[in-house]
């Protein structure tokens, strides 16, 4: 009789643990075909492009799975929002982001999230686009510490307390990046990823815009300081004869030296 | 888009951008901690504000394009008010072009002109401050400016 007891005790584990994988399946089916922009049932399908805005010039949102994903519900190419609140000293701020010349990158942060954490120490060099400008958006001075805010940002950056904001363009969770093109008005791009630079290379520099043509030069000037440090370190300052290709009689081209 | 603080107050027309924030710069703080307060400063632009900008514009001024202007509303000490400096009484919304000039600005940057004035408004002492990007431009930038003063309102000191 134990035996028996037993045997169907393991049974049972052992279909519990089968359904519990079916399930798990089954929920990672129904969120890529969500991210895929798959309706769920009265034939609805996901939000389409905004018609103010050709599909063209509209970046996918993106995010890498670990961070959170853009509402559902949120049409490409929406209209975006001026941002209105307070900075982290008191200070009352206007910010204009529609209807101007320059694109701005909002990018969402709270002062508490690990992800974010990143965030704040790589946007004090973030690369951007020549003529994007950047804003960080934290929640309302009642939500986060203002001090902590001051300590977290980079210097001259433009901080901008507004859950307003957060509310308006339905940000789902820190990090969270919104692109949007100035001329008119429209968000372009928004998602995020675990890392400053993985939105660079994924968001902010997808689709092959021309606009953000400043993002390759951006790195290959990353890529040259970064190889400078290196050579440096190294004890290789600029002008040492072992960067220049060796001429026969065992000395460096002068031609060499003057090129590039 | 409306800006608001500090008794201070814009409704920002299309293209405008802004902020009101208080002096912090050393003097301010030490004349704080004697028993005055801390003064605002409002900065309102037709182009970005970068962050860590001077009370005058430095920091701004020099990203302006020949189209942008660039204003400056600087609260002075409450005693200030109706002294012979601030004996003006009210903000200036029509600007006159012909005073506007390079000498001016508080920063020379080549063919930018500016234009500034101390008057006292709601017994409180002022200094409005103007940048227009382009010298040769001065009527069509000065009514861009006459825009948006006509909707900035100074509220007498709680």
Same mark, same amino acid.
């Given at each position: 009789?134990? $035996?028996?007891? $037993?045997?169907?005790?393991?049974?049972?584990?052992?279909? *519990?643990?089968?359904?519990?994988?079916?399930?798990?399946?089954? *929920?990672?089916?129904?969120?890529?075909?969500?991210?895929?922009?798959?309706?769920?049932?009265?034939?609805?399908?996901?939000?389409?492009?905004?018609?103010?805005?050709?599909?063209?010039?509209?970046?996918?949102?993106?995010?890498?799975?670990?961070?959170?994903?853009?509402?559902?519900?949120?049409?490409?190419?929406?209209?975006?929002?001026?941002?209105?609140?307070?900075?982290?000293?008191?200070?009352?701020?206007? %910010?204009?982001?529609?209807?101007?010349?320059?694109? @701005?990158?909002?990018?969402?942060?709270?002062?508490?999230?690990? @992800?974010?954490? @990143?965030?704040?120490?790589?946007?004090?060099?973030?690369?951007?686009?020549?003529?994007?400008?950047?804003?960080?958006?934290?929640?309302?001075?009642?939500?986060?510490? !203002?001090?902590?805010?001051?300590?977290?940002? !980079?210097?001259?950056?433009?901080?901008?307390?507004?859950?307003?904001?957060?509310?308006?363009?339905?940000? +789902?969770?820190?990090?969270?990046?919104?692109?949007?093109?100035?001329?008119?008005?429209? $968000? %372009?791009?928004?998602?995020?990823?675990?890392?400053?630079?993985? $939105?660079?290379?994924?968001?902010?520099?997808?689709?092959?815009?021309?606009?953000?043509?400043?993002?390759?030069?951006?790195?290959?000037?990353?890529?040259?300081?970064?190889?400078?440090?290196?050579?440096?370190?190294?004890? %290789?300052? !600029?002008?040492?004869?072992?960067?220049? +290709?060796?001429?026969?009689?065992?000395?460096?081209?002068?031609?060499?030296?003057?090129?590039? | 888009?409306?800006?608001?603080?500090?008794?201070?107050?814009?409704?920002?027309?299309?293209?405008?951008?802004? &902020?009101?924030?208080?002096?912090?710069?050393?003097?301010?703080?030490?004349?704080?901690?004697?028993?005055?307060?801390?003064?605002? =400063?409002? /900065?309102?632009? &037709?182009? #970005?504000? #970068?962050?860590?900008?001077?009370?005058?514009?430095?920091?701004?001024?020099?990203?302006?394009?020949?189209?942008?202007?660039?204003?400056?509303?600087?609260?002075?000490?409450?005693?200030?008010?109706?002294? #012979?400096?601030?004996?003006?009484?009210?903000?200036?919304?029509?600007?006159?072009?012909?005073?506007?000039?390079?000498?001016?600005?508080?920063?020379?940057?080549?063919?930018? =002109?500016?234009?500034?004035?101390?008057?006292?408004?709601?017994?409180?002492?002022?200094?409005?401050?103007?940048?227009?990007?382009?010298?040769?431009?001065? /009527?069509?930038?000065?009514?861009?400016?006459?825009?948006?003063? &006509?909707?900035?309102?100074?509220?007498?000191?709680?």
């Amino acid at each position: 009789m134990t $035996v028996v007891v $037993v045997i169907l005790a393991i049974v049972v584990v052992l279909l *519990a643990v089968l359904v519990a994988g079916l399930l798990r399946s089954h *929920a990672e089916i129904l969120r890529q075909l969500h991210d895929l922009g798959a309706g769920m049932g009265g034939g609805a399908t996901a939000p389409g492009p905004d018609p103010g805005v050709p599909a063209t010039e509209v970046n996918r949102p993106r995010t890498d799975g670990r961070v959170p994903a853009p509402a559902s519900g949120v049409p490409d190419g929406r209209r975006a929002v001026d941002i209105v609140g307070t900075g982290p000293r008191g200070e009352s701020l206007a %910010i204009r982001t529609i209807e101007v010349e320059h694109d @701005t990158v909002l990018v969402f942060l709270s002062t508490g999230c690990t @992800t974010c954490s @990143t965030f704040w120490s790589d946007l004090q060099d973030p690369e951007l686009p020549a003529g994007t400008r950047l804003v960080i958006v934290t929640r309302n001075p009642d939500e986060e510490l !203002p001090a902590t805010v001051l300590d977290l940002a !980079p210097a001259g950056s433009t901080v901008a307390m507004s859950t307003q904001a957060w509310d308006d363009l339905r940000v +789902p969770g820190s990090p969270f990046v919104v692109h949007v093109h100035g001329p008119s008005g429209r $968000v %372009i791009g928004e998602g995020t990823a675990a890392s400053w630079d993985q $939105v660079l290379e994924l968001f902010l520099r997808a689709g092959g815009d021309q606009r953000l043509g400043g993002g390759k030069a951006s790195a290959d000037a990353r890529r040259e300081r970064e190889l400078d440090r290196v050579l440096l370190e190294a004890g %290789i300052a !600029p002008g040492d004869p072992s960067l220049y +290709p060796a001429t026969e009689d065992g000395g460096t081209d002068p031609a060499d030296r003057s090129g590039g | 888009m409306r800006l608001n603080g500090h008794g201070l107050s814009a409704d920002l027309p299309r293209g405008w951008e802004g &902020t009101i924030s208080l002096d912090r710069s050393d003097e301010a703080l030490t004349l704080a901690g004697m028993g005055g307060s801390l003064r605002p =400063v409002a /900065h309102l632009a &037709t182009f #970005p504000l #970068p962050g860590g900008r001077g009370d005058f514009g430095s920091g701004a001024v020099e990203l302006m394009r020949t189209e942008d202007v660039f204003v400056a509303l600087v609260e002075y000490a409450e005693e200030e008010a109706d002294t #012979p400096l601030f004996a003006r009484q009210g903000m200036p919304r029509h600007l006159d072009p012909r005073r506007f000039s390079n000498r001016s600005l508080q920063r020379g940057i080549a063919g930018q =002109v500016g234009w500034q004035v101390f008057f006292t408004e709601a017994g409180r002492a002022f200094c409005l401050y103007v940048v227009l990007g382009d010298g040769e431009d001065v /009527h069509l930038l000065v009514r861009k400016v006459e825009q948006v003063l &006509t909707d900035v309102r100074i509220e007498p000191r709680s």
